[in-house]
């Protein structure tokens, strides 16, 4: 049963934390998304990539946010340093990158940061 | 900016009756079209899709309609089961399905038995 897996499912950091998530997407997936969800937001994307090459990261916080894929089996997104305003869920989606092929997303993590 | 909204953040409905969940979007650009379904504690499942030369799209159950003229998305969902209870999500795309989506801010869909 092909799924997306995300890392870890819940986190808890203090402000000013490194926080690493991960995300293994569906073998033979070319394309992974993070997207962040709050109440007040609701589901924002944040960056994603095609074989393994960002293509978009204008939704995400250049100053302490990045994502990188080290390689075709995990993308990371990394927050440094983490502050209160970044608990969230994290959602890694992956798939095919063209018409009819949905993004399937994770699990999600579960950012708390205090 | 441009924007996915929807009309209605709670909708209550007996169990066997049909639902529908409307969304708006503001986007002319928009080719691609999603409904997910999120329960809680999980990640955004998928449910039927649609492309922007369609306005009807059918599966198991559910049906969207596309209504382009006033930029309107709907999901109809036929004999509403409790397991249907959760947040669905609109969604759309300008880059044929490529690019990152962007979402509405959801409709929690309330089963009554």
């Known amino acids: 049963d092909a799924r997306v897996t995300q890392t870890p499912r819940h986190k808890v950091t203090e402000m000013g934390q490194e926080v690493t998530m991960r995300c293994q997407p569906i073998l033979g997936h070319n394309t992974v998304f993070w997207y962040r969800q709050t109440m007040m937001q609701g589901l924002e994307l944040l960056a994603y990539?095609?074989?393994?090459?960002?293509?978009?990261d204008s939704g995400m916080p250049k100053d302490r946010f990045s994502a990188e894929m080290p390689d075709a089996t995990l993308a990371t997104l990394k927050i440094q340093p983490s502050e209160p305003r970044d608990s969230a869920v994290y959602f890694c989606?992956?798939?095919?990158?063209?018409?009819?092929?949905?993004?399937?997303f994770g699990q999600g993590t579960r950012l708390t940061v205090v | 900016g441009e924007s996915v909204g929807l009309h209605l953040p709670t909708l209550s409905v007996q169990e066997g009756d049909n639902s529908i969940i409307n969304c708006a979007y503001s986007n002319s650009a928009s080719d691609y079209f999603i409904w997910y379904k999120q329960e809680s504690g999980k990640g955004p499942q998928f449910i039927i899709d649609?492309?922007?030369?369609?306005d009807k799209r059918q599966g198991q159950r559910v049906t969207v309609l596309l209504n382009k003229t006033v930029k309107h998305l709907s999901l109809q969902i036929a004999a509403t089961q409790p397991g249907d209870s959760a947040v669905y999500f609109c969604?759309?795309?300008?880059?044929?399905?490529?690019?990152?989506?962007?979402f509405g801010k959801g409709t929690h869909l309330i089963i009554q038995p």
């Open positions: 990539f095609r074989n393994r090459a960002p293509l978009d």
């Open positions: 989606a992956s798939g095919l990158g063209h018409w009819n092929t949905e993004a399937f």
């Open positions: 969604a759309e795309t300008s880059g044929g399905g490529a690019d990152g989506l962007t």
């Open positions: 649609i492309r922007s030369n369609m």
